[in-house]
């Protein structure tokens, strides 16, 4: 059983399209979270949602937009896609104060 | 705000080397620590965590950490090191209240034959 699945895997578009990632949990947390990941490999925490509320949403441009329809998705929607945007993206969930499980990435090029 | 230093970009060992990865963490309230590995083209997991009691935790694949409050550092260990642990390994801390987990730059780590 997958824990945290993302979809698509990969993501290959041009500048200005608008893209939309899903997230999945079957772990039955309460917190989602979105990260991005650079081509340096460091992690940064864009959004948190706890029971589908907006808690913490860290100078993230407003092209990124966050959607939690439940407490087991929380999927991410980007417009006006920039090739700075190009990264990978992660999904994790997890207990306020826990640890927290990734999902398995997405790798968005931006061209 | 929290920040986390891990001191060493890339790491090289041979085989059946000790590891050592140092973190250090700022943040003045209590803390939860973890550390996490990234294997090429995986997602993260988690090797182990602290939250309280016993400073010195285990975690997954004879991997050790010591949490030392007073040097506000979170050491990874492992006694003997193997080519499967080749990997990026993350420290992150999590401070009180909606603060979100802070990661570390990463460590390379490259176990050679």
């Known amino acids: 059983d997958t824990a945290v699945s993302q979809t698509p895997k990969y993501l290959v578009t041009q500048m200005g399209n608008d893209k939309s990632i899903k997230c999945e949990q079957n772990?039955?947390?309460?917190?989602m979270y979105w990260y991005k990941q650079d081509s340096k490999k460091f992690l940064k925490i864009m959004f948190s949602?706890?029971?589908?509320?907006?808690?913490i949403n860290e100078t993230v441009p407003n092209r990124f937009s966050p959607k939690s329809p439940d407490k087991a998705h929380l999927n991410l929607h980007i417009n006006s896609l920039e090739l700075g945007d190009s990264a990978v993206y992660f999904c994790?969930?997890?207990?306020?104060?826990?640890?927290?499980?990734f999902g398995p990435g997405t790798r968005l090029t931006v061209t | 705000a929290q920040s986390v230093s891990q001191h060493n970009h890339h790491v090289i060992l041979s085989e059946a080397a000790s590891l050592e990865l140092g973190c250090n963490y700022s943040?003045?309230?209590?803390?939860?620590l973890f550390w996490y590995v990234q294997y090429p083209g995986q997602h993260l997991q988690l090797l182990l965590k602290?939250?309280?009691?016993?400073?010195l935790v285990k975690g997954i694949k004879g991997f050790e950490a010591e949490f030392i409050k007073s040097k506000f550092s979170f050491n990874l260990r492992k006694p003997s090191v193997q080519w499967s642990d080749t990997a990026e390994y993350f420290c992150?801390?999590?401070?009180?209240?909606?603060?979100?987990?802070?990661f570390g730059k990463g460590t390379r780590l490259s176990v050679i034959a």
């Open positions: 772990l039955g947390h309460d917190t």
């Open positions: 943040y003045g309230g209590t803390v939860n």
């Open positions: 602290y939250f309280s009691g016993d400073p």
């Open positions: 994790a969930s997890g207990r306020i104060r826990g640890e927290q499980y």
């Open positions: 992150a801390v999590l401070g009180s209240g909606n603060t979100p987990l802070v």
């Open positions: 949602y706890n029971n589908k509320e907006l808690i």
